[in-house]
């Protein structure tokens, strides 16, 4: 089995932003993407509770691609970073038939 | 009428849900089921409110009360932009952001004080549902042209959200349907939404109670300085409604209920669009004031004052 | 009654869930409040028909319905299969897939169903929930021995499914629950399962409007000639059951019921067999068909026809 | 009453939840459907009992009740521990942990019992609710000495959790309600709390038999002696708690229902406790014996057997 | 303390196939296994949404072990990589208590 | 885009346990943490499922620090790791904007 190295990318962001985000992600060269929910968290900004009926709701989006398709969503994400407080972070993954990537 | 709204079910469920945030028992209601309880309560009043209109038909108080919503929905944000940005000290974005919330209304302070004036024999009308949800919106606008932003989505997504929202469309979307069935039509789903009803609200207020005391709790942002606006507002916005409701002829239970509705703040549908629109704001900030503060001043005591001064003014 | 099926806030209601979907609102009703509502209606027919059952005895009429309805599951996606792929030009795993789904039942155009020909004063026996569950799994087994293949998941994990699924597992199960009780043991939970019931049912037609309509929005593989065969299929099943209903003596209502069992489509029991026996077949062509074009076909449409069909053959 | 008790739609719908677990059917309820049902029955046993204190005053018997059932609850798990360690072989913490459950009490088995005594004729009294809040907590302390561990948490966090937790704030503070709104404040939200009350307890008896079922079909730690205490203990406090109320001469109902306090076994709070207080304990010991073991039987065999003894003493 | 190293794998699956699979994961000789909840999701076979009722609901399957039980799952599971729509991936992580895995 | 290794500590536990562990992780030097759901799972005690009426829910706190703050983790976390069952593991990832970590 052929294996092929990815970087994997976490987002963390409002559930309001994921339509936006979906869009940069698939510009940026990924294949696609998936949310998964987010319960709960603490960070600079305080502590932070799941609560959907105030809008308050964060997930968690995971990407997929190349080490490429990374360093393009990097660039684009950049300035979104600050403003609507998101948390990246990139890891190495292994994958087979990368042609789906 | 103050010991009745004291002891009343509805507005102690509301004191348990404090007392349990603030003690930090682990009591807490399942999301879905608050979101539930809320689709309820929405399709309940827009079916109400349709059938009102479906029997009485579209009046001269339901087209006066209407532009009058739709008016202080526009306007309250400004001078409440100026207050907390003077008085409040915020900043541009949080002020604008915050002030949104104040020119909208809030579902369950409606319900609540809906309830409460019919209890005590001065119902308003049932139109009044229609002006609730027309007053959600234009608040918004204001609040971004306060922001001197375009915001970050486009004046298209924007529109959508403000037109599209749930609350929008369930509420309106109810009405309708209460307002092409009629009477009759809605006798055989009268019982769920009618039967059930008041319970619900009980239960929502536990809620609400509980997403109340968490927010003022948690919150690191609130000044004496915020938290004396939280009061000031509401009581003024409060005022301005009933004397205007008064002023266009609507009955005192109506011109009222325009009051209450002045005097809410919203705190699910804008802050949901401001998480959008102006992800630069604090929802500490806003949600703080308007479900920690603004919220259960409303339900225990302006709901009461402003009946009694529509009352007065009658 | 054409009118009173358009004023009827169960089929507004689906409309408005259209409309939501159709227009992006981000209205949304929360999972586990939608299967609450599915759990509820499933234990409250259930147990309605067990009652009716303990009343009136197992009769010939039930005996033949159960028999007919079996039949028209097992034999349905045969020619439904050769349309798929003739007419449809579907391959043969996703044309078995869809042909299942159409041989099988949808929960909610029956109750929809029984409850406008009850306002129509032409009821259908309580004994045609048995038949409903029944009628859910034969056309799973017809599917895939069209697919010809074993399935990826043996024989037995297959059965199982087919016999103890959740919805099959409520509806008898309630229904031996009605019978037992008999009219006096359901008396005192009856409040719960009838006072709601219709209202439910219209905050569930909401949500099944809300799915329909993403349906349609995402689907990318839906043609024409598919699309054609989402109307014509239900629509010749519906007859044909119809047809049969009143071959076999069946009361009018009764017999219109079997028509519509026939004519509708499964979305909620087939697609998760489907995905665990035919993972291959694509889930955007059968889900887009019955829930997106066959469900509201049916709702707002063929109901209303075959009742129609049903009188006048009687 | 033995016939009644095994046709009652409660009690089926239980056996149908045990049938499906054991089955293996996907038949499950949606975890916050689930949630809000228990939220729901504690605030409708909660309201009605503070609604009955208003009405009887505070009288001897709630005192002399009350008192019984804190001792209970302080003391049945000091023979319950002997029994677990020497007959059971459980280890320490185990054991301690396991009596803890057997000293607190199952809501659901209360107002299975309530139901099924109102209906029988030998109505429990109201205030029996303020009994079972009471009697949560003091295991919990007695369970925890017994395992001679000060817990991993310090006693401030174990006394809060004892006190505050939310069954403990949802009953006390429903009965509050109840009591300070009286039979007027409370007529308005009857309805909710009245209407719907026993078929939503039947559905949450159809959940809990998916629990019990679950719990014994996965369970690898439960022995025969284990299962055999699980039976004996409850019979034995079951009949400690009616000759104790019998003696204390409260009414037949209600001396049967100190007996049902008694006899159940906490799944729900104690747990919860457990695995902050006592991680080490393990759950499958626990969980399996009070909700595997000691709720069915309670349920179909000891809550009879209990009104019976009740009757035969009075 | 001593660190070991061991894969992560992650494999996005319809939830019917969460006790097959889990079956598969157990063979190929992992200790045990961890589902997550996933919302949405967006690839080459178009956008999806989690929708339990129309039994459209994937989850996410975590299983921690060696670098053996990862090729020993790869194997197994490639069959129904393509008929099943799985997204597979494996990372490196590093564990204390090498013996529990 | 400046990119700085970190280390990100996922740790599978009781509901319960959240807070304390919440304090822990933020002694260890960590800014902040993120608790994601979880559905069921199986180990060496048996098969386990969500089922928070009975008090059985475990999450995933996800937090992401530097090596050292990982390393204290360990330390402060070692004599849980037994009592309460917690599954701990510890991978790389890349982060822009470290000073916030
Ligand atoms: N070091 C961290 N590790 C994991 N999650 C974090 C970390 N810092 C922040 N977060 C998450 O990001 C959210 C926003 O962070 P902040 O903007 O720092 O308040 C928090 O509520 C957490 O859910
Ligand atoms: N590059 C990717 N990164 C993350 N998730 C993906 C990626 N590609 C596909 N997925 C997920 O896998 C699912 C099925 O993918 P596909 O078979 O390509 O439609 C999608 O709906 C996504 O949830
Ligand atoms: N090898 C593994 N991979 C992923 N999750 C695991 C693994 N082993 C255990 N778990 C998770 O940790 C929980 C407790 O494990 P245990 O204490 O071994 O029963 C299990 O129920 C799983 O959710
Ligand atoms: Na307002
Ligand atoms: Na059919
Ligand atoms: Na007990």
């Known amino acids: ?101 | 009428m103050i010991l009745e709204t004291l002891t009343s079910p509805i507005i102690l469920f509301f004191v348990l849900g404090m007392f349990a945030g603030f003690t930090r028992s682990d009591l807490a209601i399942p999301e879905a089921m608050a979101k539930a309880m809320a689709i309820y309560l929405m399709v309940a009043i827009g079916l109400k409110g349709g059938v009102a209109i479906a029997e009485a038909g579209i009046t001269r108080d339901l087209l006066l009360a209407g532009a009058a919503g739709v008016g202080l929905s526009f306007l309250v944000p400004y001078p409440a932009f100026f207050l907390l940005t003077r008085i409040g000290r915020l900043a541009r974005v949080d002020a604008a952001a915050t002030a949104a919330h104040y020119g909208s209304v809030s579902l369950v302070t409606y319900i609540t004080a809906a309830e409460m004036f019919d209890a005590a024999g001065m119902p308003a009308a049932g139109f009044m549902v229609a002006v609730l949800a027309l007053m959600e919106g234009p608040a918004i606008i204001s609040g971004l042209s306060l922001a001197r932003k375009d915001s970050d989505s486009s004046r298209a997504e924007l529109l959508h959200e403000v037109l599209l929202n749930s609350s929008v469309v369930l509420l309106i979307g109810s009405m309708l349907i209460g307002y092409v069935a009629g009477p009759e039509g809605f006798a055989p789903i009268a019982p769920t939404f009618a039967v059930g009803y008041k319970g619900i609200l009980a239960l929502f207020l536990l809620d609400m109670g509980l997403l109340a005391s968490r927010r003022l709790r948690e919150t690191r942002t609130i000044t004496w300085r915020l938290a004396l606006l939280g009061i000031l507002m509401p009581a003024a916005n409060g005022i301005i409604g009933v004397v205007l409701g008064t002023l266009i002829g609507l009955e005192p239970g109506t011109a009222a209920i325009l009051g209450v509705l002045g005097a809410s703040a919203s705190y699910i549908a804008v802050p949901a669009a401001m998480r959008l629109a102006l992800p630069q704001a604090d929802p500490g900030i806003y949600l703080s004031m308007s479900l920690g503060i603004t919220f259960p001043f409303n339900v225990v005591v302006n709901i009461f004052f402003l009946s009694w001064l529509a009352g007065v003014l009658a």
Chains 1, 5, 6 share one sequence.
């Open chain 1, 1 to 101: 089995m052929q294996l092929s190295k990815m970087k994997r990318v976490e987002i963390l962001l409002e559930e309001q932003l994921v339509p936006k985000l979906g869009r940069i992600v698939r510009e940026a060269g990924f294949s696609g993407h998936t949310v998964m929910p987010v319960l709960q968290g603490s960070g600079g900004g305080g502590a932070w509770q799941d609560e959907r009926l105030t809008g308050s709701s964060k997930v968690m989006l995971l990407a997929i691609g190349t080490a490429e398709d990374a360093g393009q969503l990097l660039e684009a994400i950049a300035p979104l970073l600050d403003s609507h407080r998101l948390l990246l972070t990139i890891g190495e993954v292994e994958v087979i038939r990368r042609e789906r990537f």
